[in-house]
């Protein structure tokens, strides 16, 4: 497919995980593609194998955000999709009764303060172009709730959603879409870190999915590349569950 041909795409958090799987599946798809995030080896190393343009940037800072944006348009010209996937999962982020203000707000300031910075930056190019995608990622924790929480975690992807709908709304007549992605646990080295101090935690997770494994990030990145591109041209404001079925399931296969 050549979805992306002659398309900007900036992607944060590319350096890894679903951003680099996204990088990869848009780049095959035709596009061009500025890769942030905080290592710029890691971002060099994939924009490198996608032709594309490295940026370090902390998407907690709003003079990079705005530096980061400006550099993909002078570079590129253009601002077609932007997808907000910087985030952190720590493991001091546990119960409301344990998990202390300094995790909760360093938590809510990478993974919904940056969203906001990320939006409130692109949105003006996108104005101007008269078009625009926006991807931010939530999650099916936004939708669900756990008893094995991390609870900042879940409080700032409730943020995403109930933001990215808002913009979605806000903007839809001039052209500019906004969407939440919401995945269940990938196979990231976010989720095997965290999953690995804590095996019977994973395992409580795992049988809640009627798959009965975690998501591959090019399965995630297939679903960005969709929302990206003009196939998803009537969809905004969404909550798009890409969850292997964890938010509709009431019991799973033996």
Not at 133 to 158: D, E, H, L, P, R
Request: proline share 4%; with cysteine.
């Amino acid at each position: 497919m050549d979805r992306y041909t002659d398309r900007v795409v900036v992607i944060t958090g590319g350096g890894s995980g679903i951003g680099k799987a996204t990088a990869q599946r848009v780049a095959s798809e035709g596009a061009k593609v500025v890769v942030v995030d905080m290592n710029l080896d890691s971002a060099g190393a994939v924009a490198e194998e996608v032709g594309g343009l490295a940026v370090q940037a902390d998407v907690t800072d709003a003079d990079d955000v705005a530096r980061m944006f400006r550099t993909a348009h002078e570079t590129y010209g253009s601002i077609d999709v932007s997808f907000h996937n910087a985030g952190i999962s720590p493991p001091d982020d546990d119960s409301i009764l344990v998990t202390g203000i300094e995790a909760w707000d360093r938590v809510q300031k990478v993974n919904l303060t940056s969203v906001y910075l990320c939006c409130k930056e692109v949105i003006p190019y996108m104005q101007a172009q008269g078009k625009g995608s926006i991807i931010n990622t939530a999650s099916f924790v936004a939708t669900m709730g756990a008893a094995t929480s991390q609870i900042s975690y879940t409080a700032s992807k409730g943020g995403v959603l109930a933001m990215s709908r808002e913009l979605g709304v806000q903007f839809a007549r001039e052209g500019i879409r906004v969407n939440a992605l919401s995945p269940g646990p990938v196979n990231t080295p976010l989720l095997v870190e965290l999953f690995a101090k804590d095996p019977e935690r994973a395992a409580r997770r795992l049988v809640h999915i009627p798959f009965g494994r975690f998501a591959e990030p090019s399965e995630i990145a297939a679903a960005v590349a969709f929302l990206g591109s003009d196939d998803s041209s009537f969809i905004t404001a969404s909550n798009f569950l890409v969850d292997g079925g964890i938010s509709g399931a009431y019991v799973t296969p033996l």
